[in-house]
């Protein structure tokens, strides 16, 4: 099918479920952030079973064709992954630079990284229990979650970033052998560091990605738009991904109103054409997500073309996430009419 349809990976939590006005007033957690959630711990997971169900049929209603879990479940979209892990102290957290600058209470390493168990297989065995769409599950990317953590135990980067690869590697062969469609890796700090990306940041995410079998996702972007609001017009880090094993690469065109000239670098890799601009709650009408992604095809061929929003939605209203959706699938199916009567 020409112009699948699909979400970045989260959408937006339920008021009742957690304190919206404290999530959007801080920024996104590296650590734990239980005091986020209104609902008790006896209760909270049923409670995120109920609201990542609303998240699935929201997505089937707006007619999406690949549909995720919403991330419901998470307080941020690298946090409940990388706290998981054997090697780090959450009791006694380090800090790091957010990609604004700021400082930012994050996982202390203090031994090997390494992965206890699988953590989201459960959720991905409930979303395919309650879909019989294509289903797609996020995980975060070794370079992201490094640059997300104190290190006071490596004696490099380099081999942190092996050793987070090691982990995300074993994570997603058990998503695949649990039935996921696409598994998405997210890598925003490529972006944010790219010389170090370029250093050891491609070929920790080429590790993560070995001996996988299964379409797999890169996600690259400029940050949250209710967090970071100024975009470049071109990335830092993208014609490296070329270089990846990944099959697709998912980046953001509709805020920044991206060049899309350095599309032509990707070669033959799908690209989800981010086509929503997250930092305005108001819905667009089809015919300007279709001219967005109009854009990218001046330059790969509509085969290679996946219609999805920028980035996360967890920011937004949850009636401008559930109009967007709608309206970016009524773009697509207009380019289907429109590329097949070409």
């Not at 054997?86 to 957290?93: M, R």
């Not at 017009?233 to 065109?253: D, H, K, M, N, W």
């Not at 279709?290 to 920028?310: G, K, Y």
Request: with cysteine.
């Amino acid at each position: 099918m020409l112009f699948p349809t699909t979400i970045v990976g989260s959408f937006p939590q339920p008021e009742w479920l957690i304190d919206r006005a404290k999530l959007a007033g801080r920024f996104p957690p590296r650590v734990r952030a239980r005091e986020l959630w209104r609902i008790p711990e006896p209760y909270l997971a049923q409670a995120q079973d109920d609201a990542t169900l609303l998240a699935i049929r929201f997505q089937e209603e707006a007619g999406l064709d690949i549909v995720s879990d919403g991330e419901i479940r998470r307080e941020s979209y690298s946090n409940r992954f990388a706290t998981a892990l054997e090697g780090v102290d959450l009791d006694n957290p380090g800090s790091a630079l957010d990609r604004s600058g700021h400082p930012n209470p994050v996982p202390r390493i203090v031994g090997r990284i390494r992965r206890r168990h699988a953590v989201e297989v459960d959720d991905l065995l409930f979303l395919k229990r309650q879909t019989t769409r294509r289903t797609k599950i996020t995980v975060p990317g070794p370079f992201t979650m490094l640059q997300q953590a104190q290190n006071d135990f490596y004696a490099s980067e380099e081999e942190a970033a092996m050793d987070y690869a090691q982990a995300v590697n074993a994570e997603i062969k058990d998503l695949f052998a649990a039935g996921a469609d696409v598994v998405q890796i997210d890598e925003p700090y490529m972006q944010a560091r790219p010389e170090k990306a370029r250093q050891y940041g491609l070929a920790a995410l080429n590790r993560a990605l070995e001996g996988v079998e299964g379409t797999t996702c890169v996600h690259i972007c400029f940050g949250y738009a209710a967090i970071i609001h100024q975009r470049p017009s071109g990335y830092s880090f993208l014609p490296e991904l070329a270089g990846c094993r990944c099959r697709q690469v998912s980046i953001e065109t509709a805020q920044s109103q991206l060049d899309t000239r350095v599309l032509r670098e990707l070669g033959d890799k799908q690209v989800l054409v981010g086509c929503l601009n997250l930092d305005d709650p108001a819905v667009e009408t089809p015919e300007e997500v279709a001219d967005r992604v109009r854009r990218a095809l001046e330059h790969i061929a509509p085969e290679q073309v996946i219609l999805a929003p920028d980035c996360g939605m967890k920011y937004l209203p949850r009636d401008s996430a559930r109009g967007k959706l709608a309206a970016m699938v009524r773009a697509a199916g207009m380019l289907r009419q429109e590329y097949r009567a070409a």
